[in-house]
């Protein structure tokens, strides 16, 4: 047989339960057919848990792993919105933009196949969004964090939310972008702000002032070009030929140099002694001069950086992360390079309530080291978190691995009579094996 012959007609002649076999087997080889899979089945009625539930535990796989995760999880929005799903898609998209912006910050890639999921990611919330609007003015919010605190990626395109944000959401937007504008700054917020005025006009329809916008730019071709297509468009014929016969092409004036300001001071202090303290300071600097968002990437680049080298550096990071307001960011870096015991005990304190997947591993290895001290009450806090556990599992739709871990744990700590006891003072139901006639140790 033709390797590259079509084998659909000799696999319509197997049966149901062989062909079942052949794909499973297969998945257990290819991760990303795998995850397309498990997904299509939790998303066949419309639930949408179970991409949840994947992207709670995505952190803790590599960098293919996650990657064919999250392929798995855009296949499955893309395979419901075509489908017309009536399942409100939106939350599951705009976590996944999220989520891979996350990633792609804390790796620095921003040209491989990740990037390009992100771009993806960000249409299919759009196509969520124009399904099943969210509250226009909350997804305005989102729109503005991402543009003008964010890592610099994804920009938003506001024709492709204009349905969902409507008249409240563009109107929000506008608010903001005036009062940026009007404050006469320079730097990446008015760049931002620029742009996003230009976009405003063109969804709304402004033509006078979308002109007014272009003609306020550099002379070039390509914006020339786009002044003759919007009058067209508006049917401005006249105005469209007599703009084309006065365009011109001019040479762009190189920039002028950035004299020396106090973001550049605060710019060498961090990165002669890169740290909480430092990066504070250059935050402060930075912000007051528009340029926050750039220097921030700079920064949090040298601190990753450093983060490898050891868990005294991966604690800095992660503290950074922290005190800039964005938890989930230190999360991931506190997995990545293996902060401090400690440090990842108090994160997963914070993040339990919202994220039960992720955090199980975390009080799990707490637990086994409060039972190696051998101490009354290292077993009395070892059986509360044990009870914490449980209902961590429980949170997560996994109470068997519960029950597993925990027969597991007794059978290998049964000797230790004490802490037998303090787990049964937690209430929490043991093993029927289990006795307490030892001695406690």
């Not at 002032?209 to 550099?218: C, D, G, N, Q, R």
Request: with cysteine; net charge negative; glycine share 4%.
């Amino acid at each position: 047989m033709s390797p590259h012959s079509d084998l659909r007609p000799y696999l319509r002649t197997l049966g149901a339960e062989t062909l079942a076999d052949l794909l499973h087997a297969q998945a257990e080889r290819d991760p990303e057919l795998r995850h397309s899979l498990e997904l299509r089945a939790a998303t066949q009625s419309g639930d949408v848990s179970e991409a949840h539930r994947l992207l709670d535990t995505a952190v803790t796989d590599g960098n293919v792993e996650y990657t064919a995760k999250i392929g798995a999880v855009l296949d499955t929005l893309q395979r419901m919105l075509d489908a017309g799903s009536r399942a409100d898609l939106a939350p599951l998209a705009r976590r996944t933009v999220d989520d891979i912006s996350e990633v792609l910050e804390q790796s620095g890639d921003h040209a491989g196949d990740l990037a390009e999921r992100l771009d993806r990611a960000v249409e299919l919330y759009a196509r969520a969004c124009a399904a099943r609007p969210p509250d226009p003015e909350k997804l305005a919010d989102w729109i503005l964090e991402v543009e003008f605190d964010g890592p610099g990626r994804p920009t938003i395109d506001l024709a492709d939310f204009a349905t969902a944000l409507g008249e409240p959401g563009l109107k929000r937007i506008k608010s903001t972008v005036d009062d940026v504008l009007a404050a006469n700054g320079a730097g990446h917020r008015r760049d931002v702000a620029e742009r996003l005025r230009e976009q405003l006009a063109e969804v709304l329809g402004d033509v006078d002032e979308l002109v007014a916008i272009l003609s306020a730019k550099p002379p070039r071709v390509d914006v020339s070009l786009k002044i003759v297509r919007v009058l067209r468009a508006a049917g401005r014929h006249s105005e469209a030929i007599a703009h084309a016969a006065r365009a011109l092409t001019h040479d762009k004036q190189p920039p002028a140099p950035d004299p020396e300001s106090e973001t550049s001071r605060r710019r060498k202090d961090f990165d002669a002694k890169p740290g909480l303290e430092t990066y504070a300071a250059l935050r402060e600097a930075a912000t007051d001069d528009g340029k926050w968002p750039v220097q921030r990437r700079e920064a949090l680049a040298c601190l990753r950086e450093r983060a490898a080298e050891g868990v005294e550096q991966a604690d800095e990071l992660v503290r950074v992360l922290l005190d800039d307001g964005r938890p989930d960011e230190a999360w991931r870096a506190c997995v990545r390079f293996g902060a401090s015991a400690e440090l990842k005990l108090e994160l997963a304190e914070q993040r339990s309530a919202e994220h039960p997947a992720e955090t199980i591993p975390v009080f799990r290895e707490h637990v086994d080291e409060l039972i190696e001290r051998k101490d009354p009450h290292a077993y009395q806090e070892a059986a509360r978190r044990l009870k914490l556990l449980r209902t961590l599992h429980k949170r997560a739709g996994t109470p068997d691995e519960f029950t597993a871990h925990l027969a597991a744990l007794v059978e290998n700590h049964r000797r230790k009579t004490r802490l037998i006891t303090e787990i049964r003072a937690a209430r929490i139901a043991l093993p029927k094996a289990v006795t307490s006639s030892r001695a406690p140790r």
